[in-house]
């Protein structure tokens, strides 16, 4: 049997933690059909087709598909799930809202935020804020999982030629209705993709201050991150929030600005490559998990290290 | 209106958990236990509600062993009005604990059940969108705001974008995020009066719910170590190091 994987796109692009699923998807089998929930989203279809690993299509298209309700999706997944061995989708808010709801409907024990793949059955997810691993079985027959998309390369996007088949929407729900998403468009690159993540703290002490981390950020084309006590602080926006219940992160070099370091917030960072501690509090937590740990006043650091930066003649993009 | 908020007993948020050398979980054994973080912002959420006129009775629902019963007790100190334990022992899914759940929503029928978005030990995330299926209630996930109406709740929801804002018709299931609010401490009178307050005992098997675990823990353990870092002296050896050693800038 296939694997169908469901795909989240704004019916424009696909998202891109979708290609991440998309590799963990063919790791479980290659007879990959990916499915296309939206409305006016040909542009989707096609971009989809292009991708190699995919070997199939679905695509679903129709007005009440406008913005993702997770009642609609799934009453559309429904229609087709028979001829899969598999429903896959990534485990950011995109499909940890849906998948939970198409595996309860199929009488499954959902498999969340697997790391790998061990096998058809078997996976690797961490548990406890990442602070242990389980390798799990699934022995349910047909299985619903959720991929971790940090943990998996993104998908080549060109190369393939995939069939795109139009298939008729499902029915739609009159208890759930969208008014509106604030999005905040930034030029920076995404928090959850991005080669380097600074990441500020309640050290930062207000929002204001938050000035000193986007210097950094514009210097080394880095996502701006932070703990859950600034989001909380009201410093920045919860989309930049990592950690366990915010978004985990996985950075060439992720430099962790006034953070204590609380088991939460590690468990969104501590797969990064090189990790960067700058903090005034010499036993901070952070500095456990930091490979270069700089015990410093942060109002005296950052300027004084967007000033080295500033000395090198290139910086990597 | 009648509100049932499902709550969760985990190992405190702030342990540093250990794995069990078997292999076969972690270290339970004097261990603090708390209430699942998340699940006390969906009792203070129903807690608020019922304080501003909206609703009259408060439902503190627990499933687990024996003294998961502490966290309906606590929910109780701080203002819900009664509970229930569903009694099981051993590790339970999210999937039979959804089931367990519809059971209760069949005897109580309340407008709304709230519960926390995640849990903190198996971080499945996954319970209150199974009930809201197994019900064909609309779910509100990861809720920064609840706005209560007639006979809606315009919901205010977490996502990786920003925030998102739908709206709901009732009865729906609403999965809390931390920050909905602030939950409260109980005060020792009202840890008192909880004492008095009633707690249904139900064993699971009278329900006719299946709890056997459709997944297998194969094994359980540490994640790999990082190697040790060490520190530097000045900003000035970091950027040498991030460049020259570390080749990341």
């Not at chain 1, 190699?52 to 070997?55: D, F, M, Q, R």
């Not at chain 2, 978005?117 to 995330?125: E, L, M, R, T, V």
């Given at each position: 049997m296939s694997v169908l994987l469901i795909a989240e796109h704004n019916n424009k692009e696909v998202k891109p933690f979708t290609l991440n699923a998309i590799t963990a998807a063919s790791q479980i089998d290659q007879d990959l059909h990916v499915l296309l929930i939206g409305s006016k989203a040909d542009d989707v279809a096609k971009s989809l087709s292009e991708v190699?690993?995919?070997?199939k299509v679905l695509h679903i298209d129709h007005e009440i598909y406008e913005n993702y309700i997770a009642e609609n999706y799934t009453a559309a997944i429904l229609k087709h799930a028979?001829?899969?061995s598999h429903i896959i989708c990534s485990a950011n808010t995109f499909g940890k809202n849906l998948m939970p709801r198409v595996a309860a409907l199929l009488d499954i024990s959902q498999v969340s935020?697997?790391?790998?793949?061990?096998?058809p059955d078997t996976f690797l997810r961490p548990i406890y804020a990442g602070n242990a691993f389980a390798t799990v079985k699934s022995n349910d027959e047909k299985k619903c999982v959720t991929i971790r998309p940090t943990s998996f390369e993104a998908a080549e996007t060109t190369g393939g030629s995939a069939e795109i088949e139009k298939i008729d929407a499902a029915d739609q729900t009159e208890n759930t209705k969208f008014i509106n998403r604030e999005e905040i468009k930034s030029?920076?690159?995404?928090l959850g993709t991005a080669r380097i993540v600074i990441s500020g703290g309640?050290?930062?002490?207000?929002?204001?201050?938050?000035k000193l981390i986007t210097d950094v950020a514009d210097k080394l084309n880095a996502a701006i991150g932070a703990s859950r006590a600034a989001v909380d602080a009201g410093?920045?926006?919860?989309?930049?929030q990592v950690g366990q219940t915010g978004k985990v992160v996985v950075p060439d070099l992720y430099i962790a600005v006034g953070i204590s370091g609380a088991i939460q917030h590690l468990a969104g960072m501590?797969?990064?490559k090189v990790i960067v501690a700058i903090n005034?509090?010499?036993?901070?937590?952070i500095f456990s998990v930091a490979d270069y740990g700089l015990e410093a006043d942060l109002f005296e650091a950052l300027p004084q290290f967007l000033e080295e930066l500033n000395k090198l003649n290139t910086i990597q993009k | 209106m009648k509100i049932l908020v499902a709550v969760k007993r985990v190992i405190d948020y702030n342990v540093q958990i250990r794995v069990k050398e078997d292999g076969s979980g972690v270290v339970t054994d004097n261990v603090k236990m708390s209430t699942n973080p998340p699940d006390d912002n969906a009792i203070e959420e129903a807690v608020k509600i019922k304080e501003a006129g909206k609703a009259k009775e408060i439902i503190a629902v627990t499933v687990g062993e024996?003294?998961?019963q502490e966290t309906v007790r606590k929910a109780l100190a701080v203002g819900a009005d009664r509970g229930i334990h569903v009694k099981v022992d051993g590790t339970i899914e999210p999937l039979a604990v959804s089931k367990i759940l519809k059971k209760i929503v069949e005897k109580e029928n309340p407008d709304l059940v709230f519960m926390g978005?995640?849990?903190?030990?198996?971080?499945?995330?996954q319970t209150g969108q199974m009930l809201a299926a197994h019900l064909n209630w609309p779910q509100a996930t990861f809720a920064s705001k609840i706005e209560v109406n007639d006979k809606s709740l315009q919901v205010t929801r977490e996502v990786d974008e920003g925030l998102e804002t739908i709206e709901v018709n009732t009865p729906a299931i609403v999965t809390c995020d931390l920050r909905l609010n602030e939950p409260r401490y109980a005060s020792l009178p009202n840890i008192m009066k909880a004492k008095k307050k009633p707690i249904e005992q139900i064993n699971a098997s009278d329900l006719g719910?299946?709890?056997?675990?459709?997944?297998?823990?194969i094994k359980i353990e540490e994640p790999p170590k990082r190697k040790a870092g060490i520190k530097v002296a000045s900003v000035e050896e970091l950027v040498q190091k991030l460049k020259n050693e570390a080749k990341v800038i």
């Open positions: 190699s690993l995919v070997k028979d001829k899969y935020d697997i790391i790998k793949v061990i096998s030029d920076r690159p995404e309640r050290g930062l002490q207000s929002g204001e201050n938050f410093y920045i926006t919860n989309e930049h501590k797969e990064s005034k509090d010499g036993e901070a937590p | 024996e003294k998961a978005k995640q849990a903190i030990d198996d971080d499945c995330n719910v299946d709890t056997n675990p459709r997944i297998e823990h």
